[in-house]
Structure formats: structure tokens, C-alpha cells
């Protein structure tokens, strides 16, 4: 197992979710940094349980501790390493969970591959609340990439069958994305917003949930970054990406639609502007041949319905080895979309400056 | 730079198109196992160039020279190295693109990645062409899976707008696999099958290209093979397929579509069947939590139309700083698809084995 | 910067020395293990500071509380971290050390690679206080090799020109290292030793200081494990031994003093030995090619006499420009050999069972 | 296995010592440096077999055929391979090995690791001779490092008990180290060499072999490269040092003597110099702290004497499980020491470049 990523900036994660605590180690930061602590915590509480009656109502701070890595609020080079102490933990729900897995959690193969020894209290190492330790690092990096102009932002693309506006070709701008990123339900068209919550609410009236489609776009990151093959801007971006959980899709620029067109439709011309050289449409979704090409990072994510609904459901007891209905307890998002938006521009932040730094 | 990837199995690839040749080295294959280098020439015949008139007429026989790794056809446990000639090169065609670059191609970002000292003849090393040598590793690699009763197949899963039959859920097995996978065009549907091949011919007719969608399968890949976060199954495999040039979307079992359903109906049922834990369906697509789960690992990637076009296209003269038209010379494919299955086939088999080795 | 090491066991360690706290993150322990917590509280008292007369007067107790990867005392297969506070620090003691360099010490390169930014409290990230996580890992690693019959122990071969006895060819077992690395002062010829300590106490006395030599051993490690070239068992102890403040040396086998014989008297004869296959002398360390032989290993270290010494010391004023001369205040082993003994340990334990895993 | 290292230049070696060619592959090369390929081949001939009267008769050209990552002879950015073809071989000798191995090589624990299935002709993987594709990239290393003015030489510090003088604290400068390292016998005091090659030729008149030791140096590597703990300047060397067959023992600066040493004679002053900051002795060998310190890099390694000797040994047959005397057929060097000398400066410029581009 290792729960780390990254090349120049190594970011490696750990924790479980009803253990002591759950952390980040970060090496490879730049050194002489000013970070500005406020907006790290006000970025957490973006990713932070029990603020609306969409999401989970465990209560978590989720306050980062900086224990190593920092001198003041100024990064000194060394490993940085932050800490959030977990809370709300009730560890009672889960025991059970030993015996009959969950449907669509990885219960069953964790079984396997730790021998039975996993902590599954909350699901463990493999829960969601992991990407808070991980979003402690997004802030971090997205504060670096800013200072050098470097903006990313994201929106609920999709939450069922209702769809968001999609992003603007032109006007992508570092005050749009971050109006709309930062937004409560963080949609572009409001009335798609309220659809799209009714239809959490629906679901979460039916003891079941929704999943949906997050786009996340990056601007001004410049042409040129990246490699060939398997060091990528896209497989860098995929091996992270493919680390939230509930992530099963990704698409970069026109993705699977692209797939369906012609050639002389998909490819996007070059010309000049303004003495730059850039696109006249964004198909590729600013990436060309593993390289970024100075065009807006376009991607999207299909997120599925969250796993875990009160709903009765079918599963096996391993010990007695018969089918059995299992009834999830616990406390569980109807729809992890919206928490998921801080997280994939979280990682984001990370690959991009990763990517930069090794230039 | 990095053209390699793998853990335990180390995979570096090297080469450019109209360079002395391109190859491959592999590190950490099992020592003592005995290769059928037939079957290897024979797997590297279906992506091989010049065989149909819907591929590139470029004549290359991309027979690999096992220059160390081997005894006789043993793997010796020392590094693998094999490597192919270039034969069919025609450099000329190519000397504009260092002024002009062509649309939907990594030209520009290259220009920049490179100071202009990249070799461009015929894409360099971000051609295709470095898919072959990638076919050689993962023709080894998936001899050594079916030692382990591992197999995997690919279809064309659409063109265009053509769309082929889904996977069966039942009935998927080595036999069909093979059978489908190593059609002159691996549909499982012949009708739509011949409408593609139409459509790909009347792309060519019009100087144009076109896209799809390739699904691939791996059967009996054992539950609880993988890592939670960073280094799970879906996250190599992602990182490994993009790296396969004009992949621009992937997705997991349902994938997008899955993100469209409730959890209910996303979820995946475990029950006892002969003995054996499984799931009664696969929206999960063999992946949970970057584990796999023992049931068939199922995944689809989005295949963007070819972007060499004969048609002439919009760009820019980097010397001139102008606007320019651009006609592209040289031999391309009219679709990348039907040769881009036994390549998804090779990078699925090299992480598959890469995941047991680690285990 | 990466202060990580190790490739399926994956050590990282963050901290500063007189920062919040210093810990690890360990990656890819297997699951399952029952871990004895007060042994290793046992192990660390023994580099803990403040003990005797011959080491630091700063106390810490530097007792790990574990955040993650275990459930009570077994590993969970999740990352474990172990964090130790820091408590006894007197950080006013380094101010000056960002204008004038200890001699010795990296704090001139430090100043240059870190812009300025770094921690020079107590070192920073450069203390040796840093080997106290490391060998929180080295403990868990100990206790999994002991399992598997491996035993690791240590000896100080010398403290400036007072040589120990060599470590004996014969009875090299677990027993006897156990009795010799963890006595007091660990030597195996105890008049010797106390010759050793006499020689400390008179450089402490002269503001001085001195190092010494440390020969490390372990036994019953499999033949046939570690690598040929650079991931070798060589290459891999010597990445990270090199990673213990102040090594300057190693030597494998008969080393140094090897390079002075013949091959005839260097090579060491195979016989069968009880049915089974064994050198008759070990001047090869236990280590041919990279790989393990099955003897045992050995290997000694050059430790070199600690840099922070109360006598004034010629160095120069970065700020002014000029020569000045600079007296070392804090608090500072006049021999760290003694201490460094754990740590080597430990290091060696963790790239043994590192080794293991990977096979 | 993974016969690779490097960061951001991945240097990965291939091949075995009787099998079709050896070769490397170059990862992280930077573009658009003009090489001078018959500078490359000058110095592969400084490392080739046939030489000499001191060296093994085989017969072997070395001169490397680029396959990749050259357009002409400027670097491209893609990966570089050079392939040498293995000519003289004869493997007939080495058949005996496999039931009896040899004292002082791999063979035994080869057999275990590799299962028997390794190539033994020649020493296949482990054989010196794959010190050739190193030296290909070392050649390369050396011309970019020489561009920036850094500049690495070595000399026979000692054969036998034969001890060459001392590098010369001052004057220390690139005319020095060139006219020393590349004499056909690379010593500084001639009457000296003359005694050394008259030991080697007594050695090998009786069958047997000698050893030695081997001073490297490096000038003009700027202060504040490298990274504290275990990716530093002395944990990169080691890791690679170890790599080359034969090398037991290495210290930098002072090393094993300076272990013997009080601190206020091993520390070094620091004092301006010339407006430049440095020391005025250099026991520390140009490392702190993992980092470099501007000082010269010095280090020393210790060669064992060659194992193959054709004087009888003891050994084992691993068939008949019983003890029989072995004679070495083939040919060897009675010393590797002068043909080891551009494998070091090789290897130190592969490391010092990798470090230099990771900044």
C-alpha cells in the first residue's frame, strides 16, 4: 500500500476515519512561502461535514495542526506535516461490517488483502473523510499556484439527470471560478442548483442517494508542462484524480463525446492573439500529447451515487457463508458531490504545481 | 521526462517514429518463464501498420529483437530488452510542422517543452508508433497472466456514432474473449462492425478522421488485488492508459452513466454463488476502493478522432507570427480504434501482472 | 527534498528538532501484525538523550503515541504514523547560526538551498534528533524480523583510537547480540569500553569531542535476497545509513582492509555445512552481487566526532562579510557513537524487511 | 530487479555479459545539448578490455550505436539508447557454474533468487562488463557538467598495500584532474604506479588477484545541492557507487581516519575567501548534511581483489551436495582498479547532474 503521490511534491496521506487522527505529509514544498493559515481553514470548511442538511451530520472542525514543515506561517523547506484530530467518531455502527460487506464499498477485498486486520471502523483508510488530510495540501498548493497566477475552480457539473450550465469558452477568469467554486451548492445556473438539490433531498427521503458529474478547470497554466507518455499532465492528473473515492470517470476537454466526432470538428485550430498562440475552441481540454498547451485544463469527473444508503440491500454473511439482507447504520452523505468539489480542486492544485516544479 | 511506469514491473519505453528504432526495457519479470515468441509476433501483427485499408500505409514489420533478458525464450530475471528497427521512414514530409504546428497534436506544447530540439519526424517520440513496443511488453505479460488463468480481450465498443453491442455480464470467458478481441475488426457485432468500417472509409474519403470508444476485459483477476488511494488498480491503470496517444476519457464499469443512477440501482448486490463471493452485477467494473473485487474488470476509454487530417486546417507560423492554413502530408490512419485494441490489451496486462507481483 | 526511504516499506519522517513535534509515516507494513508497544519503548529509551553523562542533558521522554495503523496494538495495513512532541526545547540558543555557520554543520548549504527559510533551531530538520522517529520505524521492523527468525545488533567498534574486539566468526547469535547492543555502552570487551568512556569525558571536558567506528550485524537473513546494480542490498543499506547525521564511511565484509589482499585470501570458500550451504570465512559481509548469501551481514560504519563543540571555532559573518570567530552554545553529546547505535538498527532493519517484502 | 537509478535522470542498464549487446536508457536528458560522440567514444576506451597486459584479453570495441533520443548528435529530450553488440563471446566456459559456484561472486545466491534460471555466461547481469552502457551515460554526464563548469576526476589511491600520494588539498583545478585520470595508469606519483602494476602482474603470474582503492573527485559543484536525510548528495553516490561490481567500502572527506579525529581537528573552518565562502581544510569531502558545501567532492571507494582467480578454490557442487575444488576458466582482470577508474567519475557524474536538474 502506499497512499502517496507525486514526484517533486510528494503528498502522503494518512489516517482512518474513526482512528486517533488523520494527516498529511507534504515534501518537497518550496521553501520562504508565506501561506495564509485563515484561508486553509476557510478552504476545509468547504470540504467539512455537518454544514447543510445535504451532507453527513457528523461534526468534524477539521482544523489543521501544523506540526512540522512550518516556521510561523512560512514553509521551511523540511516535510510538512499536519495533523486533525478526529472527533465525532461513533465506532459502534460499524462491527457488523466485519462479517456481511456493503454493497459497492471495499469491504469484501479488504477482507482479502489485509487479512481481516483492516480498520473498518467509518471505513477506515478507505473512507472519504481521508480527503481531508488531502485538501489540507490542495490549499496549500492552490495558494502557490495563485501567487505565480495560477487560478482553479470547479462546479457540480451534474447531479442525477439535471444538468449544470457547462463552463464558458471565453470569460474563464480567476473571478468566476472562484465565485462560482465557492459557492454553497456550487452550480453556474441557481435553478439548476435547486433541481439538483431537491433531487439529493428526494433520495435522501428514500433512504438512498444520487451521484453526478464535477467539472474542474484550471487557467493561465502555461504551455509547455508536462511529458510524453506516462509522466503526463493527464496521467498525473488520472493516478490522483482515481484516489477520491467514488470517482469512476474521467474525460479530458470533449472527452467521450469528442469520440463521436470528425476530425476537422475535434481538432482545434491555432492562431494568434493578442501575440499569443493559442485555440480557437478547446476540444482537447488544454492538454496535447501529455504536455499542457497554454489553454484552460478543462476536465470532468463522473461521481457515483454514494454507497452507503439506510435502504435495505443484499449481501452475504462471510462467517456463515448465506446470503443475507444488510440494513446500513451510520451517518452518510446522499450525494458526495458537492463535498467532492474542494477535494478535485485539491488535487488538482497539487499535480499542476508538482508539474511546475519539475520544469 | 519519463517514459516509463510500473512498480515491481518497470516499463521503459524509448524511441521516435523515423528514429533507428524504438524499444522497450523491462525490469522485474519473473525469472524462469518460458515465452511463446510466435504468439508475440503474432500479437504485434494486430497493431502492426499497412495490413487493411482502414490504417496507415506506412510498411513496418515490427518484429521485436530480444537483445538481453532472454535465454533462448526463458526469462533470464535480468532486464528484458527488445527493439525494433524503423524501416519505412519518410522524413521529408515533416519539416514544416517545426514552423506550423498541426492541430490537435503536441507540436506546439513540444516546441516550448523542448527549446525546439524535439525530433519531429513523425510525431518523434509522442508518435503511436511507441504503442509497439508497449505491445511487446504486454504480449509477455499477458502470456504470464494466462499461466495464471488471466485473461484479457478488448472490443471496439463504437465509432463515430456506431455503437457495438455491450459485453455480455454472463458468458464472459477466455474463449470469447480471444474470439472477439482478435477479429480483423473486433466487434461483437458484425453488422454494426461493417457500418464502422464504412464510416471510417468515408472519413478517408473526405481527407477527414474519426474517433470511438474501445471497452476492454479482464476475467479472473482475483479479489483483493490493489491499494486504497494512490496506487490502486484504477489509479495505475489510469496513469499507464493515457500514456496510449488520443485517449481522452476512461471510465469504470458504469462509469458516467452510473453517475446518472441512484445508489440503489448503482450498487452491485453481493451474493454466495458456488461457493464464491460476487456481485449479481458489475456497475463497479471489478474495482472497489483501488482493490479489485473477483468479478471482471471492465473498463471503456474514449478514442478522440485522428488528428492528422489530410483536410487543410487553421494555424500559425511560429517564425512568422502569422496565421496560416495547413495541409498535412505523410500516412495516417482515418481511426486509431481498431489498432489501439491490442494496445489497451498490452497496458492492462502489464499492470495487472505488475499488481500480483506486488502483492 | 524527500526525507523518505524504501520501496514496498516505504519510511517518511518529518520534523524538526525543535519544532512541534518530529514523527513517520510508514507505508506497506503488512497487516495483521501484533505489535509489543513497551519493547518498543525499550528501544527508544535506548538513543533517548539525557541518560548519562556522556550525552546531552536535553531530556525528552520521546515516547511515540501511534495516530494511525493500528487497531490497539495490531497494524491495520493502513499507513501508520507515530508522532513524538517536542518538549525540552531552547530554541534561543541558535539565533546566530543564521549569520555565522557551524563549522561541520550544513548550515552554510542550508542558508543557500532553503533562500534562508530554513529551521536552524537545533538543526532543524538536519538534528539528529531526527534518527527518534526513525527509529520508532526500526522497532516495529525489528519486531516483524524477529518473527521471522532475523536478529539485528550492533557494536561500537571503536571510539577514537581505542579499538572494541571484533565481532566474534562463530557464535554469532541471537542471543549475543542482544546482550551486547543493548548493554549500557556497547562494547563487547568491557575494559575496552571503558577506555572509550574515559575518552569522552576527556574531550567533553576539553569543550571537544570525538567519533568513532560502529560494526552492525544481522543474522539468519535468507541467501538469495536484494538485487543485482542499484537496488541491491548493498545500494539500499547505503542510501539509508548515509541518512544518520554524521556518517562519513561504510564498509561491507573485510572492506578497506580487504582491498589490501589477494583474492585468494579475500574470497571466502562455500562448503556444505550441515547440509547446508555456507562460507568458511564471511570477508564478503554477507553480501555478493547485491544479493544476500545467507552469512551473516556485517558492515561498519565511520561516525565522525560530533561538529557542535564548545571550543571556539574560526568561521565567517554571512551578513558582514568577514571573518569571525564563533563559540557554539546548546547542549551537545561529546560522543554520539553510543546513541547512534539504535539507529543503525533500526535503519538496517527496516531495509531488510523491505527486501523481504519485496521478493 | 530494477538496474535503474537516478531522479530526474533515470539511468537504466541492461544486458548480460554474453547475450546479444548491453545497453542503457537514459531518462530526463536535458534537450538541445550537442554531444561530442567521439569524446564518448575516447572514454569508453578508457574502460575497454585488451588493453593492456593488466587487463582481461577479451576483445571488446564498446563503441555505443545511438538508437534514440539523438537528432545528429544533439540530445532531443526523448529518452536516449545506446546499444553495444556483444562480440567475443565464449560462453562454453561458464557451464561448470551452475553446479559450483564460484568464491566471492553471486553465482550461489543468484541461483536462489533467479531460481536457476539466470543467465551465468560471463556473469551474465552481474558481470563488469555492464559498467560499459554506465560508462555511455557517465560520458554523457561529464561532457553537460563540463559545460557548466564542473569537472570529475579519479586516481588509484592504492593497489595492494601500494599507496598512490594524496589529491592535493590545493590546485585542485580541471587541468589536474583530466592529465591524472585519463594516464594509461591513472596515479599521481609514477614511481608509485610503477610498483602498483608490478604487484598486479606478480598477482596474476600466481594465479591471483589484488585489489585497491580509487580517490574520485569533483570540482566546482555549486554549494546547496542536494537534500538532508536520504535523497542527499552521500545517500545518491552510495545507492550508486554500490552498483559497480566490486566496490565494499566508500567514505567521503576524512572518513574512517576522521572517525578517529577530535571534532575541533575534523571540523573545517569556514572563512571568505576571494569574496567566496569555504573552508579551509576539507575533511567533510565537500558534504553536509547531505548537501553540497562548494568545496571539492571527495570520496574514496574500496576495491575487492577480482574474484575470479584461476588458483583452486574450494566450493560446493550444488548436485551432488558435496564439497570439490573449482578452477576458473575464462579471462579476468588480476585487477579491476585502473578499468574501474571512468566508472566512478561515470557514475558520480550521473548523480551530480541528476541532483544539479532535480534543483
Chains 1, 2, 3, 4 share one sequence.
Not at 53 to 71: C, H, M, N, V
Not at 87 to 98: F, I, K, N, W
Not at 257 to 271: C, E, Q, V
Not at 309 to 330: D, F, M, Y
Amino acid at each position: 500500500m502506499s497512499s502517496e503521490f507525486g514526484k517533486i511534491l510528494k503528498v502522503s496521506i494518512f489516517g482512518q476515519s474513526h482512528g486517533e487522527g488523520i494527516g498529511v505529509v507534504i515534501n518537497g514544498l518550496p521553501p520562504g512561502e508565506t501561506l495564509d493559515l485563515d484561508a486553509i481553514d476557510a478552504f476545509m470548511r468547504r470540504r467539512a461535514p455537518g454544514r447543510s442538511p445535504l451532507s453527513t451530520p457528523r461534526q468534524e472542525a477539521d482544523k489543521p495542526e501544523f506540526i512540522a514543515g512550518l516556521l510561523g506561517n512560512v514553509t521551511c523547506g523540511a516535510p510538512l506535516c499536519a495533523l486533525i484530530r478526529n472527533r465525532d467518531t461513533r465506532s459502534g455502527d460499524y462491527e457488523q461490517l466485519r462479517d456481511v460487506p456493503r454493497p459497492g464499498h471495499a469491504d469484501y477485498p479488504a477482507t482479502i488483502r489485509y487479512k481481516g486486520a483492516q480498520d473498518l471502523r467509518g471505513g477506515g483508510h478507505f473512507s472519504g473523510r481521508l480527503t481531508a488530510p488531502l485538501c489540507i495540501a490542495g490549499a496549500i498548493c492552490l495558494q502557490l499556484l495563485a501567487k505565480r497566477g495560477i487560478f482553479i475552480g470547479a462546479h457540480i457539473a451534474a447531479v442525477a439527470d439535471i444538468d449544470d450550465d457547462p463552463l464558458p469558452e471565453q470569460d474563464l477568469n480567476e473571478e468566476f471560478l472562484q465565485r462560482i467554486s465557492t459557492k454553497s451548492f456550487a452550480v453556474i445556473n441557481d435553478a439548476a442548483g435547486e433541481k439538483m438539490q431537491q433531487a439529493i433531498l428526494a433520495a435522501a427521503n428514500d433512504e438512498d442517494s444520487v451521484g453526478g458529474i464535477i467539472e474542474c478547470c484550471a487557467i493561465n497554466f502555461p504551455a509547455g508542462i508536462g511529458n510524453p507518455m506516462y509522466e503526463g499532465l493527464d496521467n498525473r492528473l488520472a493516478q490522483a484524480i482515481f484516489g477520491i473515492p467514488a470517482i469512476k470517470g474521467l474525460e479530458f476537454g470533449s472527452g467521450f463525446a469528442g469520440s463521436r466526432l470528425r476530425g476537422s470538428a475535434n481538432n482545434d485550430p491555432w492562431i494568434l492573439q493578442d501575440g499569443k498562440v493559442r485555440t480557437t475552441s478547446n476540444h482537447h481540454g488544454g492538454i496535447l500529447g501529455g504536455l499542457s498547451s497554454g489553454m484552460p485544463l478543462v476536465y470532468r469527473v463522473a461521481v457515483k451515487p454514494t454507497p452507503s444508503i439506510a435502504k435495505t440491500q443484499q449481501s452475504v454473511s462471510l462467517s456463515r457463508q448465506e446470503n443475507t439482507p444488510l440494513s446500513i447504520k451510520g451517518r452518510h452523505d446522499p450525494c458526495i458531490v458537492p463535498r467532492a468539489i474542494p477535494c478535485l480542486e485539491a488535487v488538482t492544485a497539487i499535480v499542476l504545481l508538482d508539474l511546475l516544479l519539475e520544469q
